[in-house]
């Protein structure tokens, strides 16, 4: 690390005036000023300010090349050797910062250090054989608080910048570098940049610069056969700083009087930095403008810097030469801590290891010689080794072969083997999917989508030899539909009639809990979509005209067939206790008429007569008996009737089931076809109540449900499709961007 002090030269305009309150030093080094205190308020006032100055070199009358040499040769050579550099000339408006840094016109004998810089670079390398180096240039703009890059094709690019800090090093971020192969190429970028540059007239100087300029040459300098893969990398900052105006000097108005307050503002904070840091200062705050946190490296970083302190002789202008010398004089308090930057190069490194490859491999085969191996191939398979490979794990998998047919004699083998596993593990699930997708329409189709009518009861009993008890009627059927749930048979088996193939008996016991887990996963999705179709199926009776209809008439359908069967069970009940009083009867009876015969021996037509109460008996058996045939009757034609409104109710059904397939079906349809301008066709409300054939979606449906209950939740459920779907479609709106593309070009080119 070479700790420095900032250096600092003065350059005075040359004036045709004789100096008057500006006395150099015969050093060449040193300067006294003299300035009448408040002179610039036009009140005669004859206190004076003189103050002594001692720089690293005052520079007057002197050619352009003489300046460079003197003070900037330095520095570019040691950016030469991997030592980052920055030269910044600073001062009042007019006083010469862009004709040091830049030039004259683009005449060739006033070209400025930034020129003969890279003049000096190409030369150094032409003249250095023993090293590779790479140039490259970038030209930074900052103009206000926006940054532009001057090197760039596109004028908004400048939006894409951005001040970075890595390594203890400051760096703009998406800044053009351009590769500069010769000293012309690299110029050529150099006028390029200078002629998309922001300049203006005023009093002062009729091509002031309006914003602050860094050109940058970054060098990437390695040395030709050296083993080590290390590669120097180096930048020499090139600044030419916006001047410091005193407005009612310059007369400027309008945007320009808005440029200047703006530079005057980032030259204060500039200041202030260098305050800060000259006065030791722990903490001090580059980041309150982009040119200070551009130079921030520069004013006490890894870097070696020099200052050019451009400044008029002229009267008028003293005190702001006064001003500048100030300035200067803290500056060249500062000190640098700049260090050789190295990094690796990644192409040695490459080389590096592909000479340790080609060593190892040597070593193997050395190995395997030695041990009795035979050749071993430890480089990539081909293409043709893969197919060979993936045919034998075929035939291991399908059982053809046993284990050893696959190959394990190098860790490539063995990764390659684990890959043509995965495929074949990928394509298995795959083709399962598939077929349980294919079962599972089939199965949809052949089922429908509820369980068949249970309603019709079951027959009475048949009379048999005399009255007997009748049947009980069946319990009352469902008054919905079930679409919820899957038959048991509706699990998809083997092409062969076998088990389930996701539930193999026997086999290979991976592949049998990846089958369940699959099954797992399979039933969970069966079971969503069914509980999704039920409550679609909600909607459509309740909201869907046609769904409606359907849903009332198997409804009032049902209600008869409950009467019918409520009137079947009374009578059911009545004609039972009928059959069990007749039996009653008939057992009291039959008693009777064993008693009556035993008690008159011998048997006489008096014995065969009956009393009046054994006649009443069979009176009321008889009645009794009428009345059991008659109920029987009315059982059967009601069991006749209740079969027929089974039948009906068992339509009806169908009619929904049926009515409501085609309506899903084509709301799925319509989601999965949705375009672009969808969402304006009519309004989800009138697609409900109206046709029922039109084009609403499920999930607007469900919007719509949501909005009668919480329109908040409906609002936001909203806001996340809308959300979603413009995630989709790209992001922010092209406008938005247009605007912020001519905003950013509207505040950097007047
Ligand atoms: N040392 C010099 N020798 C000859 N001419 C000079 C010298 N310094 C400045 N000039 C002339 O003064 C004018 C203003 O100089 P320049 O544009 O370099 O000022 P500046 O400091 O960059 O001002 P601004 O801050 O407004 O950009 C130019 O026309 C330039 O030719
Ligand atoms: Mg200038």
Not at 407 to 420: D, G, V
Request: one cysteine or more; charged letters at 30%.
């Amino acid at each position: 690390m070479v700790k420095s002090a900032v250096k600092v030269f003065v350059r005075f305009r040359p004036s045709g005036i004789p100096p008057d309150g500006v006395e150099v030093l015969p050093d060449g080094k040193s300067v006294i000023v003299e300035v009448r205190k408040k002179e610039s308020s036009g009140v005669v006032n004859n206190n004076r300010e003189r103050l002594s100055f001692k720089f690293d070199g005052i520079i007057q009358n002197t050619s352009q090349e003489a300046v460079f040499t003197e003070c900037a040769e330095d520095v570019v050579s040691r950016v030469l050797n991997g030592y980052n550099g920055t030269i910044f000339a600073y001062g009042q408006t007019g006083s010469g910062k862009t004709y040091t840094m830049v030039g004259e016109n683009m005449i060739f004998h006033l070209r400025g250090i930034i020129p003969r810089s890279l003049h000096y670079v190409f030369r150094e390398i032409d003249l250095r054989t023993d090293r590779e180096v790479i140039v490259r240039v970038s030209y930074l703009e900052i103009y206000g608080e926006v940054l532009c890059d001057l090197l760039s094709d596109d004028p908004a690019s400048g939006e894409n910048l951005a001040i970075v800090e890595q390594a203890g090093v400051t760096k703009v971020k998406g800044l053009t570098k351009r590769i500069a192969r010769s000293e012309e190429e690299a110029l050529t970028y150099f006028f390029e940049g200078e002629a998309n540059r922001s300049v203006g007239p005023h009093i002062l100087n009729e091509t002031s610069s309006r914003s602050h300029c860094i050109f940058t040459i970054h060098l990437e300098c390695k040395l030709n056969d050296h083993p080590s893969e290390k590669v120097t990398v180096s930048k020499l900052n090139l600044v030419d700083l916006a001047g410091s105006e005193r407005v009612k000097k310059t007369m400027t108005s309008g945007d320009m009087l808005k440029e200047a307050m703006t530079i005057n503002k980032s030259l204060t904070f500039l200041e202030q930095a260098v305050n800060a840091l000259s006065k030791g200062h722990s903490h001090v705050s580059f980041r309150q403008t982009k040119l200070t946190a551009v130079l921030k490296d520069a004013l006490g970083g890894n870097c070696r810097t020099v200052m050019i302190a451009c400044a008029w002789t002229e009267t008028p202008y003293l005190e702001e030469t006064m001003t500048t010398l100030k300035f200067a004089q803290r500056v060249r308090a500062l000190t640098t801590y700049a260090v050789v930057n190295e990094k690796s190069d990644p192409a040695t490194m490459i080389r590096r290891y592909e000479r340790q490859i080609a060593d190892l491999k040597q070593e193997l085969a050395m190995r395997d010689t030695l041990t009795g191996r035979g050749r071993i191939p430890y480089d990539d398979p081909t293409d043709v080794e893969r197919h060979e490979l993936g045919n034998k794990i075929r035939a291991y998998l399908n059982g053809e072969a046993n284990v050893d047919i696959v190959p394990i004699e190098t860790l490539k083998q063995i990764k390659e083997c684990f890959r043509q596993f995965r495929e074949a593990h990928v394509l298995l699930l795959a083709d399962l999917k598939k077929e349980v997708a294919e079962r599972r329409a089939s199965v949809t189709e052949t089922e429908g989508l509820s369980g068949s009518p249970t309603e019709g009861g079951q027959a009475a009993g048949e009379e048999s030899g005399g009255e007997s008890l009748v049947g009980e009627v069946d319990p009352d059927p469902k008054l919905g539909i079930d679409v919820g749930q899957a038959p048991a048979n509706a699990r998809p088996s083997q092409p062969d009639g076998s088990a389930d193939p996701l539930h193999p008996s026997s086999g290979d016991d991976n592949q049998t809990s990846a089958a369940e887990n699959k099954d797992d996963r399979d039933s969970a999705a069966w079971e969503t979509e069914t509980a999704r179709k039920n409550v679609f199926l909600t909607q459509y009776k309740k909201h869907v005209p046609d769904g409606k209809t359907l849903d009332e008439t198997l409804k009032n359908c049902l209600v008869k067939l409950r009467e019918k069967r409520h009137a079947i069970k009374e009578i059911i009940n009545s004609v039972n206790q009928s059959k069990r009083s007749i039996d009653e009867l008939r057992e009291s009876l039959d008693a009777k008429r064993e008693e009556r015969l035993n008690n008159r021996t011998p048997r006489t037509v008096e014995a065969e007569m009956i009393d009046e109460e054994e006649f009443e008996m069979a009176k009321k058996l008889k009645a009794l008996k009428v009345s059991y045939r008659q109920g029987f009757n009315v059982i059967k034609t009601l069991r006749a009737e209740l079969q027929t409104l089974a039948e009906e109710a068992a339509e009806c059904r169908n009619n929904l089931v049926v009515g409501f397939n085609t309506w899903y079906e084509a709301q799925r349809s319509a989601v999965k076809s949705e375009q672009p301008g969808q969402e304006d066709a009519s309004s989800p409300e009138d697609n409900i109540h109206g046709d029922p054939s039109s084009n609403l979606l499920p999930e607007q449906l469900v919007l719509q449900r949501m909005n009668h209950d919480d329109p908040e939740m409906a609002v936001f459920e909203a806001a996340k499709k809308l959300m979603s779907r413009n995630m989709r479609r790209g992001g922010l709106s092209s406008s938005y961007q247009n605007e912020k593309m001519r905003f950013g070009a509207r505040t950097r080119y007047h």
